[in-house]
């Protein structure tokens, strides 16, 4: 039987992580991006791997090949879709409008909800793919209901510059969570509307300061009141971290599993402090990365001559200089990407993970398997619109 309270650790690394991310990154160039399917699937098996509450890890167990038939599958229908849309629209803009900029709108308005639907079936394939003391997590179907929710709410936040955010956030969690599985126990999300506006608070404050500071420059013409709007900058921020851990605090603690429930205690400052180490050191590496490539491209430019106003002479310099090019921008985009992962991605990740922990466990044993979701096209949406597919 499994004890009443389960701790979370975390057992991930950043120098396998780092060589994980490189290497498949390397192999997706080279493969012209097809490879990014089975580079996907490495790293959420690590990542995975790592999570593992009362000491078991999580397992992922999606297959790089269903995820590229998926996103072949995708792309056949959303080419059809968005050609088709767009052509519609773009008649009528100029038939009744004389312009394009509304077909252009009503295009971007026409795409919101395939996006929507298929962060939804994202979310549905990565939870049917995910196990735990050998039980496997899944969500009901509900994509379209999800999509046209999600329309309505961020038009909300929208319309109130951003004020109504908290409830927005809460009210799309409800439904997802309303319809996730762990084997036949489904989850409840409760909080009442209010529950995230105090993890708001810290973007709130800064935002009203300067608006207020804002207003006060202008009507007393005094420039110095604009100085002021820089000092809420780093406030902002804090508050931006602020709010992703207290609302996961706050949405993980309302949080239920039949007789379980869950507690979290994630740090802002803990999170503020991985951010700005993790930038901080990959602004070093560049930093000493673009004076290394000063010498190679001094002896280049030293080697076509001064005079670029020579037609000829300047086209050398580009094919002398491409090659050096190429390696920059490909070294950049792939030391990028793997020091993210080292820097930032797994240290918020073991953090979040390591502050969390699951009480009232004693009848974990009694949950059921739940069968097997199938797929049509995975997460190829999500991969063909490049939203919602990330680690």
């Not at 038939?95 to 639907?117: D, K, M, R």
């Not at 009210?171 to 309303?178: D, R, T």
């Not at 900058?233 to 609302?247: D, E, I, K, M, Q």
């Not at 580009?318 to 240290?347: N, Q």
Request: without cysteine; hydrophobic residues 55%; aromatic residues 16%.
């Amino acid at each position: 039987m499994p004890p009443a309270r389960l701790n979370i650790t975390y057992s991930g690394r950043k120098g396998p992580i780092f060589g994980l991310a490189l290497k498949t990154g390397i192999l997706t160039v080279l493969t012209l991006g097809i490879y990014r399917f089975w580079a996907k699937t490495r790293l959420r098996r690590y990542y995975w791997s790592a999570i593992r509450p009362g000491g078991i890890p999580l397992e992922y167990a999606g297959e790089p090949l269903e995820k590229l038939l998926g996103f072949l599958v995708a792309v056949v229908f959303l080419a059809f879709y968005i050609g088709v849309v767009n052509l519609i629209l773009m008649y009528f803009s100029f038939a009744l409008l004389n312009g394009n900029v509304a077909a252009y709108v009503l295009s971007f308005a026409g795409l919101a909800p395939i996006i929507f639907f298929a962060q939804y079936r994202a979310r549905r394939y990565i939870l049917a793919r995910t196990r735990w003391r050998g039980i496997r997590f899944g969500l009901e179907p509900g994509a379209w209901g999800y999509a046209w929710r999600a329309m309505l709410h961020w038009l909300l936040a929208i319309a109130t510059i951003g004020l109504l955010w908290p409830l927005t956030t809460l009210w799309l969690e409800k439904y997802k969570v309303s319809h996730t599985y762990y084997g036949d126990q489904i989850f409840v999300q409760g909080g009442r509307r209010g529950l995230l506006f105090g993890s708001m608070k810290h973007i709130y404050y800064p935002l009203g300061l300067s608006a207020v500071v804002l207003a006060t420059g202008v009507w007393s013409s005094n420039p110095a009141w604009f100085a002021m709007i820089m000092l809420t900058g780093p406030w902002f921020v804090y508050g931006l971290a602020y709010w992703r851990a207290n609302s996961f605090k706050r949405m993980t603690e309302e949080k239920e599993l039949g007789p379980m429930r869950f507690r979290a205690d994630p740090s802002a400052w803990t999170v503020v402090g991985i951010y700005a180490l993790g930038w901080f050191l990959i602004y070093l590496v560049f930093s000493g990365f673009a004076l290394f490539m000063m010498v190679p491209a001094t002896v280049i430019l030293g080697s076509v001559g001064p005079d670029l106003a020579n037609f000829e002479q300047f086209e050398a310099m580009l094919a002398a200089a491409a090659p050096l090019l190429i390696f920059a921008y490909f070294a950049i985009f792939l030391g990028y990407r793997a020091m993210a992962h080292a820097w930032i991605t797994l240290p918020i990740a073991a953090h979040f993970a390591e502050t969390t922990r699951i009480v009232n466990a004693e009848d974990l044993h009694q949950i059921a398997q739940r069968d097997r979701d199938e797929f049509a096209e995975a997460e190829g949406f999500a991969e063909a619109l490049d939203v919602g597919a990330a680690i």
